[in-house]
């Protein structure tokens, strides 16, 4: 496959990533999948800090690599063949830092990412759901000192590790909801133990409970929605990456097992049947990476509708990537079932990857009325 | 309208009448007592689903994530308290004696609530299948006596059914796979026996079951003409559990290498070999296999259909229940058009395979594997009267007659258009129910978003249990070839089938 994604310039950070995921992921991905789940060891958060990946779009003067969306695509594609873990902690805590650059909360942020430690630069945010999802958010109260947050969230990643999360509440009369920076290590939060999720187990979640805990405004009061859709708009295309990723991975184990299990007397690749379901598998997966590097085109040049196009590859390629990576068990048979393999972690990624961002029956209704409303 | 003599030769033409329409025309064989026996099971089934099932799944499904190698020891007690193990035992070998058809809705009942727990229960009657449809009485009332003993003494008895090898899984599936692949589990003739060695993969409860019905080959270059189809019992010397597989889901039903190392099995443990078979036909060894092997497939593909169906129907549940929770954008999600749709068509998916599994089981009930244990007066006979009888019957099970009996009733006088048509149904069944199995749980992983994520919601443990049904019992591309090749190829000749 042409991989339209890279452009010449992308080359290196591929290759970053490549070598990054086979040295640091790939042997450690059947330990860190296993129970209790919990987060890689710090080497890996170190090494990636190291490499940049936990300020990829972040600009260079707030410590990260001021690189856009292609950058950032390329770099969660490549480490998704190997473990999507990773690529979870890297997309969650790149869209909470984008939340704050939109919002224009550049100094809340730089006091976040100055720090040297890995887990403190970390900003936690409930990156499965769309804030709008959930009816009870935490609601928040203004005082002399400031706001302070009071109630629960639910799935909040990183919030084990992290030592920030950004939190969205409920102004008491105003509609819609605010974004708020909490510090997680203030007693007046409370983190439940880590949760056990059906896939990236080594990226820690935990439900947490607000009691009067303070809290540093994200921009205005009840633009919530504005600045989380805005920065959505472009994630999506790095949601759509990160499944794209794990399909490749998924495809590329099931041909070179195809070619090397025998069964009827041959490599079973040789069964048509076979060479059917790969088949599938591979278009799906090119269409996706064809339908990614479109997403990012329009982005980087800001054409007419490329919110659009954005939303609309996050919704084919997170649900593709399902059943490529079902079929991705099936070839290897028995065995695929089996965590010996990597095969059925990727079905559990690539189902957990789907709800990214947010509902997909309910991102399907918003982008056809964006649609409609754009005739 | 038209002549009756009209009507027979229309609907000779593919697809016949009597293939298409096997539900309605068993219907009037149907013995009524059935129908209620089934209602009972069923109800018996949601109430251990209440009482031991839902409380436990989440609990043991964690459990076996601290710990691998867990083994379901209280879960098999619990069971066999409950009366699971004997429930579809013949009342003739001193079982509870139920109706067969109606394992599989019991099994959809439980598997809603939990696939792996189903499999505890299941994967024994999976192998007790194996033991009736050879067809030899004697070993089959010696095994299933002590299935019957370890219920009444609190120590369940279970078998486990050990076919795949490491590098022959789909290969031993099927005879005219078998020969073109590399079994490597040799049984050699020797006095009084066989001495096996070998190994076999990813047998479901292999490590807990009393008794593991085995194939095994005396010829590894011709296997499909050399296959001997025995039991043995766990413990037995040469005869021991490698490793516990790590599975994504269905974690508390283990899954085991078995390994044999210069076992010996005595020829009172051999079920059907070239031997035997002389006795009652004068066919080859390989077409007595063969139709050995529809035997159970017809009966446990059916079986499997119901758990998949269960495993829809469960996660179905949980969409609903979420649905009629859950306020999103200012409504319940139950009350918004797309979600009702969504609801609506994995109820859909849930209702088609009961349909396709009860199918399976009437055209085994009709045509197949069933039909002399369906038939009104066996069954009303096996059912009223008491066990004392049964009991002194017994040991006419270990004569000989009855075996020669119903081999030669079921392995040389059944038509090959009963047997292709009864196993290409349940391999139907099989594809069609499991497929929905996956669907659904995905539908409701869609439905739920985020929470659907959660382990403590229950939802995401379904979508990895309902994965393996699309790989065991045959991959479900296996099973369309097999139902291509049971319901679809007779009618052209020329049809040729795992030939490229
Ligand atoms: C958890 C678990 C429990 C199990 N329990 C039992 C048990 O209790 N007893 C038992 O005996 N077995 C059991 N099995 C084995 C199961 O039946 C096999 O895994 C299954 O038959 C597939 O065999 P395989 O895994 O060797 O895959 P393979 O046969 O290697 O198949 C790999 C892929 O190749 C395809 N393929 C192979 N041959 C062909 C062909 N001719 N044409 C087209 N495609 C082909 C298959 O469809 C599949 O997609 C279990 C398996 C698992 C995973």
Redesign the interface.
């Known amino acids: 496959m042409i991989t339209s994604l890279l452009h010449d310039d992308m080359k290196s950070f591929q290759d970053l990533a490549h070598n990054f995921a086979s040295k640091e992921l790939a042997h450690r991905r059947e330990e860190s999948d296993r ?2 789940f919990g987060l890689f060891d710090d080497t890996v958060l170190a090494k990636a800090h190291e490499l940049g990946f936990l300020g990829i779009t972040l600009p260079e003067d707030m410590g990260g690599i001021g690189q856009g969306v292609r950058a950032l695509c390329v770099i969660l594609e490549c480490i998704c063949r190997t473990d999507a873990s990773l690529a979870a902690i890297i997309f969650t805590n790149t869209l909470a830092q984008e939340i704050l650059l939109k919002a224009g909360a550049v100094d809340l942020l730089r006091q976040v990412t100055v720090s040297n430690n890995p887990k403190d630069i970390l900003i936690s945010f ?1 990156s ?2 769309n804030p ?2 959930h ?1 009870n958010l935490p609601f928040a109260t203004k005082g002399d000192m400031g706001y302070s947050l009071s109630g629960s969230i ?2 909040v990643v990183l919030a084990p590790i992290a030592s920030q999360a950004l939190i969205p509440a409920r102004i008491t009369g105003q509609d819609g909801y605010s974004l708020f920076l909490v510090d997680l290590r203030s007693p007046k939060v409370k983190k439940g133990e880590s ?5 990236v187990h080594a990226c820690p979640v935990a439900d947490i409970t607000l009691n009067g805990a303070e809290a540093r405004l994200v921009g205005q009061e009840g633009k919530g929605p504005a600045f989380f859709e805005e920065t959505a708009n472009m994630m999506y295309v790095a949601a759509a990456a990160v499944s794209l990723g794990i399909m490749k991975g998924s495809f590329d184990y099931a041909l070179t097992y195809s070619n090397e299990r ?5 490599p079973i690749i ?5 060479k059917m ?1 790969l088949a599938d598998m591979a278009i799906q997966m090119n269409i996706a990476e064809m339908a990614v590097s479109e997403a990012c085109n329009a982005i980087e040049k800001k054409v007419a509708g490329w919110d659009v196009c954005a939303k609309t590859t996050a919704l084919h390629v997170q649900n593709v990537a ?1 059943l490529v990576t ?1 079929d991705g ?2 070839i290897l ?2 065995y ?5 393999y990597g095969q ?1 972690k990727r ?2 990624d690539a ?2 990857n ?2 990214l961002l ?5 991102r399907k ?1 918003d982008l056809i009325d964006q649609i409609n409303s754009m005739r | 309208m038209i002549p009756n003599s009209e009507v027979q030769s229309i609907m000779k033409r593919f697809p016949k009448f009597e293939d298409s329409f096997i539900g309605l025309e068993y219907a009037p064989r149907l013995p009524k007592g059935i129908i209620r026996e089934t209602k009972e099971l069923i109800a018996y089934a949601r109430k251990f689903n209440d009482e031991v099932v839902r409380p436990k799944a989440l609990l043991l499904d964690k459990k076996t994530h601290e710990d691998p190698d867990y083994l379901p020891y209280d879960l098999m007690q619990t069971a066999s308290e409950w009366g699971f193990y004997t429930m579809w035992v013949p009342k003739l070998f001193g079982g509870r004696g139920k109706n067969l058809p109606s394992l599989s809705p019991v099994v959809e009942e439980i598997s809603s609530a939990c696939v792996g727990i189903a499999n505890v229960l299941a994967v024994h009657y999976l192998g007790l299948t194996s033991l009736m449809t050879s067809f030899n009485m004697k070993v089959t009332n010696r095994i299933l006596k002590e299935v019957v003993e370890g219920e009444r003494k609190g120590k369940p008895c279970l078998i486990a059914f050990a076919i795949t090898e490491p590098i022959a899984g789909t290969d031993v599936e099927d005879n005219d796979l078998v020969d073109k692949g590399r079994v490597t589990c040799r049984a050699e003739r020797v006095n009084g026996g066989y001495v096996i060695n070998g190994r076999k993969v990813f047998i479901s409860m292999g490590q807990v079951s009393e008794w593991t019905f085995v194939f095994a080959y005396t010829d590894l270059k011709k296997p499909s003409q050399n296959r001997v189809d025995f039991v043995v019992r766990t413990g037995t010397k040469g005869f021991s559990v490698g490793r516990h597989e790590n599975k994504m889901g269905q974690r508390v039903c283990p899954a085991n290498e078995l390994i044999f190392e210069d076992c010996f099995i005595p020829d009172d443990q051999v079920l059907i070999d070239a031997y035997t078979i002389k006795k009652f036909t004068d066919k080859p060894l390989g077409e007595v296999m063969q139709r050995h092997m529809d035997y159970i497939s017809s009966s446990s593909k059916a079986g499997v259909c119901a758990i998949g169906v269960g495993v829809a129907r469960g996660a179905f549940e949980d969409a609903l229940k979420f649905a009629s929770e859950t306020e999103v954008r200012g409504r319940l999600l139950i009350n918004h058009e797309w979600a009702q749709c969504i609801l609506a068509e994995m109820h859909k998916n849930v209702t088609l395979g009961r349909l396709a599994y009860m199918e399976a089981n009437h055209a085994n009930s009709h045509r197949g594997i069933y039909e002399l244990l369906q038939m009104k007066p066996m069954y009303y006979y096996l059912k009223f009267m008491p066990s004392l009888y049964f009991r002194m019957l017994n040991p006419m099970l270990n004569t000989g007659l009855t075996t020669w009996a119903m081999s030669k009733m079921y392995y040389d006088m059944k038509k090959t258009e009963d047997v292709d048509c009864t196993s290409g149904l349940s391999s139907l069944a099989k594809f069609a129910g499991t497929d929905i199995g996956v669907r659904n749980c995905q539908l409701a992983m869609d439905l739920m978003g985020q929470a659907g994520l959660r382990h403590d919601r229950g939802m995401e443990k379904r979508l990895r249990d309902a994965k393996l049904l699309q790989i065991y019992e045959g991959s479900n591309q296996i099973n369309r070839i097999a139902s291509f090749k049971g319901l679809i190829a007779p009618v052209y000749p020329q049809t040729r089938v795992f030939e490229q």
Not at chain 1, 195 to 199: E, I, R
Not at chain 1, 270 to 274: D, R, T, V
Request: glycine letters at 14%; aromatic letters at 16%.
């Open positions: 129970y209790p409930p499965y759901s709008e999802e009816k639910d799935y949760l056990f999720s059906l896939g025998e069964q009827g007397g041959w040789n069964w048509s049947e076979m379901i399902c079902t068990i099936q048979g028995g695929g079932y089996m965590k010996d059925e079905f559990r189902a957990q789907k709800a947010g509902m997909a029956p309910l209704m």
